[in-house]
């Protein structure tokens, strides 16, 4: 389990409000450990990510599979107001690149 648990997105940020850092999962968003420690709160988060996955083993529920292990097929449809899809389309133009290409600069950077 805990080679599953090692695939998930963590991040560990600070809280103001709470005035401590707290541990996040991207594939379980509910989820979060506060701690007054970087390192304390992404060991936390770990460990209530491990019971939560574990916890849904057992019930037969279906666990998130990682980010990191996901395939992607690299299209995804982006609905824009008709004023900026002509602006991308006349930059594209301006710049001699495909629109495809030049939302995907944008999106990149």
Not at 45 to 65: K, N
Request: glycine share 6%; net charge negative.
């Amino acid at each position: 389990m805990t080679q599953e648990i090692d695939k998930y997105t963590y991040r560990v940020t600070w809280s103001e409000e709470d005035g401590e850092f707290v541990g996040l999962c991207a594939e379980f968003p509910s989820l979060s450990w506060l701690a007054a420690s970087p390192e304390k709160a992404l060991k936390g988060i770990r460990s209530v990510v491990g019971d939560v996955v574990a916890d849904m083993s057992v019930s037969g529920e279906t666990v998130p599979t990682p980010f990191a292990t996901r395939q992607y097929s690299g299209r995804f449809m982006v609905r824009v107001p008709p004023e900026v899809h002509r602006h991308l389309a006349i930059e594209a133009a301006e710049t001699g690149v495909s629109l495809n290409r030049l939302a995907s600069a944008k999106l990149a950077s």
